[in-house]
């Protein structure tokens, strides 16, 4: 089997993580497929940001949830620990821009970060997320991915339509199986340190396909070849898809 690359919050080895600079790069390299974070501002605008203060990745402070979406564009998103000004153009962009940038150019995996995922069924971050899915028209394209097996659940009952994947970083392959049957995927995404044979001879055994995360360099992707992986994540897609073909 020759595993799919998933181009990691973009091209982020070399570009700002999460920004329209990433993922256009990403697309220049040959990505097909792009993994992306998103998060809830004040003001209920789903936006792509890893973590949930502007903190580490941009010129601004702050918790996403105490802030609007102005406040967010505000700021610089170039992650200037990393990259000094190089990139201080850059804005934390909203979900529906980056939606309308990959639209009929890759599918999507958007991950629904935990630390968004609240009490609100109707009006949190799944139900915005998935809403601007369909205005994208991007059903077919996009799959929904958590480590919350809430906003799994939800993601479920509201758009049984979207791909699921569900992300582990800590279980039992007793556990992964068990999550994806209860959250109705086939698709599971357990952490590279959490690939063993009883892993792989479990979900093996349930029909489910298993892709991982991150991975780097064409060596853990060796390494690993005898998980038959469907896919992986890598902050390096060029070089990892260079390693695929090699492998192929």
């Not at 952490?191 to 780097?216: I, M, N, P, Q, S």
């Not at 992707?221 to 992986?229: D, G, K, Q």
Request: net charge negative; proline share 4%; with cysteine.
């Amino acid at each position: 089997m020759v595993p799919f690359v998933i181009a990691h919050r973009g091209d982020s080895a070399h570009r700002p993580e999460n920004t329209l600079a990433s993922f256009a790069s990403a697309l220049e390299l040959g990505a097909e497929v792009m993994e992306l974070d998103v998060q809830l501002t004040r003001d209920g605008h789903v936006i792509v940001l890893h973590d949930p203060t502007l903190d580490r990745t941009t010129s601004g402070r702050g918790s996403v949830r105490d802030l609007t979406l102005a406040e967010v564009r505000s700021v610089s998103a170039g992650y200037p620990s990393r990259f000094g000004g190089v990139f201080r153009g850059e804005r934390v962009p909203a979900l529906s821009e980056v939606l309308a940038f990959l639209r009929d150019r890759c599918r999507v995996m958007i991950e629904l970060k935990s630390d968004s995922v609240t009490d609100d069924a109707d009006g949190g971050l799944e139900a915005h997320t998935i809403e601007e899915v369909r205005r994208a028209h991007m059903e077919k394209e996009s799959a929904l991915i958590s480590f919350s097996r809430r906003a799994l659940l939800r993601c479920r009952k509201a758009a049984p339509e979207l791909l699921r994947g569900h992300l582990f970083h800590d279980a039992t392959p007793e556990q992964v199986v068990a999550g994806a049957h209860e959250v109705g995927t086939d698709l599971v995404m357990p952490e590279k340190g959490l690939l063993t044979d009883a892993l792989f001879a479990a979900t093996r055994a349930a029909g489910l396909r298993v892709a991982t995360w991150v991975l780097d360099a064409p060596e853990e992707l060796e390494a690993l070849a005898r998980f038959e992986l469907y896919g992986f994540a890598t902050n390096r897609p060029g070089v990892m898809m260079d390693a695929v073909r090699e492998r192929a």
